[in-house]
T-cell receptor, first 113, second 114 residues
Framework: QKEVEQNSGPLSVPEGAIASLNCTYS??????FFWYRQYSGKSPELIMF????GDKEDGRFTAQLNKASQYVSLLIRDSQPSDSATYLC?????????????FGTGTRLTIIP | DGGITQSPKYLFRKEGQNVTLSCEQN?????MYWYRQDPGQGLRLIYY???????QKGDIAEGYSVSREKKESFPLTVTSAQKNPTAFYLC?????????????FGPGTRLTVT
């Protein structure tokens, strides 16, 4: 059973600080990693994806991938109240083939003004 | 304006009735997916389709059926055989079904069965 694990939270971060969200996965062969943001009552919105070891930055968001340790993280700099949401980590085992995305249960992030 | 549409947003049904949820995309994506989300749980894959007239069962296909007669459309039928149908249903699509293409979600349909 391929698993993706996230701390369910809630994670509380002061406004303007860095929020750090972590995700571990069990399938060592996993190749593609995605972060989705989901506001309460809404559908998930893709905010970052990463395929290679290291960091990938997009605006205030940085995704970090460490395949040797089997974890992927999302950093949110200068956190804003609008960042308050549940963040879902998703992992795809192979870049090619019929395997499917596996989602974690999400981390609920609250930014405190 | 490209995107994925799902209708209706809210759906109420009596137990024992079949119900069909609509999903349409105009992104020219080959692959489409149906997920179910329950409170406190991750997304669980019901069915997916990589190409027209072809679809595969996901992890929780029992009690559900789908069709893919057109590239743009992937309706999901929740049958009376589904034991706990009340949930948030999400449709997604990606350019291809492989892992190097991102999945994008529609707005979802919240189904309540009483």
């Amino acid at each position: 059973q391929k698993e993706v694990e996230q701390n369910s939270g809630p994670l509380s971060v002061p406004e303007g600080a860095i929020a750090s969200l972590n995700c571990t996965y069990s399938d060592r062969g996993s190749q593609s990693f995605f972060w989705y943001r989901q506001y309460s009552g809404k559908s998930p919105e893709l905010i970052m994806f990463i395929y290679s070891n290291g960091d990938k930055e997009d605006g205030r968001f940085t995704a970090q991938l460490n395949k040797a340790s089997q974890y992927v993280s999302l950093l949110i700099r200068d956190s804003q109240p609008s960042d308050s949401a549940t963040y879902l980590c998703a992992v795809h085992p192979l870049p090619f083939g019929n395997e499917k995305l596996t989602f974690g249960t999400g981390t609920r992030l609250t930014i405190i003004p | 304006d490209g995107g994925i549409t799902q209708s209706p947003k809210y759906l109420f049904r009596k137990e024992g009735q079949n119900v069909t949820l609509s999903c349409e995309q105009n992104l020219n994506h080959d692959a489409m997916y149906w997920y179910r989300q329950d409170p406190g749980q991750g997304l669980r894959l019901i069915y997916y389709s990589q190409i027209v007239n072809d679809f595969q069962k996901g992890d929780i296909a029992e009690g559900y059926s789908v069709s893919r007669e057109k590239k743009e459309s992937f309706p999901l039928t929740v049958t009376s055989a589904q034991k706990n149908p009340t949930a948030f249903y999400l449709c997604a699509s990606s350019l291809r079904a492989t892992g190097d293409y991102e999945q994008y979600f529609g707005p979802g349909t919240r189904l309540t069965v009483t």
